[in-house]
């Protein structure tokens, strides 16, 4: 086990000793290398995502980079939203997927959801949002293009089978894309700072448990300078102080 951690960890100092490149390449991405590469990660991070914000904005590298110079720079809840915001563009990314697991270990967190085996997660990762719709209006117009043949032609078994098949796929695809768009809009956060969950919005009311920074959390509503969350791993319901 030790040997195990061991090797995530020189995997992981191999994986964010150079940052990689990105679509917004130029002046700006070279001054945020340099800070990289010259060990001023708090400054290189703030950099990075500065270039993801306004000149990489559908991108995922400068995210990337933000999250490892977070990373070097023991900011680690800040580590995880950055790499958090890029699996959602590239889930298929191995060394994205590597970095955030160990990010997330760091804060007691798991990659994925509690109950919920790696191998189904990495599967559900597999496809973003973007290439769900893709596939889903793929299908849909394969299963036209196999009704019109199985209308206008005798109904042979290769065409048949060809009908079932792309009206399974077309079910699965919309299934998967409906549940992505859902999964998107009710996306988890990052919680910044630990904080003392409690039954209602009042200091006065009692604790019920404390978060740790780094946990994922989802917000339901806010009132009165606090804000109603649940917690990813142990599913906790109850008010923080904003």
């Known amino acids: 086990m030790k040997l195990h951690t061991l090797s995530m960890l020189a995997c992981a100092v191999c994986a964010m000793s150079t940052p ?6 130029g002046v700006d991405w070279t001054r945020a290398k340099t800070l990289y590469t010259d060990g001023r990660y708090t400054l290189a991070k703030e950099a990075f995502q500065e270039l993801a914000r306004h000149h990489d ?36 990314h191995s060394g994205l997927r590597h970095n955030i697991t160990l990010a997330m270990a760091r804060s007691g967190e798991n990659l994925a959801p509690q109950g919920v085996p790696d191998g189904l997660y990495k599967a559900w990762m597999l496809l973003n949002l973007q ?25 042979t078994p290769h065409i048949f089978a060809a009908t079932v098949i792309s009206l399974i796929l077309l079910s699965l695809m919309t299934t998967l894309t409906t549940a992505k768009y ?11 700072v630990a904080a003392m969950l409690r039954s209602g ?27 109603q969350i649940v917690s990813r791993k142990e599913n906790l319901k109850g008010w923080i102080r904003d």
Do not use: M
Not at 62 to 67: E, I, V
Not at 201 to 227: C, F, H, K, M, Y
């Open 57 to 92: 904005p559908s991108g995922w590298a400068a995210l990337y980079n933000a999250g490892n110079a977070a990373y070097k720079a023991g900011l680690i809840p800040e580590a995880i939203e950055a790499y958090w915001q890029a699996l959602r563009v590239n889930p298929r």
């Open 20 to 25: 990689i490149a990105g679509a917004a390449d």
């Open 201 to 227: 919005p009042s200091p006065n009311l009692p604790v019920t448990a404390q978060i740790p920074e780094g946990r994922l959390i989802r917000v339901i509503t806010s009132q009165d300078g606090w804000t």
């Open 131 to 155: 290439e769900c719709t893709t596939l889903t209006i793929f299908f849909f117009y394969a299963s036209c293009l196999a009704f019109w043949l199985l209308r206008r032609r005798p109904a």
């Open 182 to 192: 859902w999964s998107s809009k009710n996306d988890w956060h990052v919680l910044k």
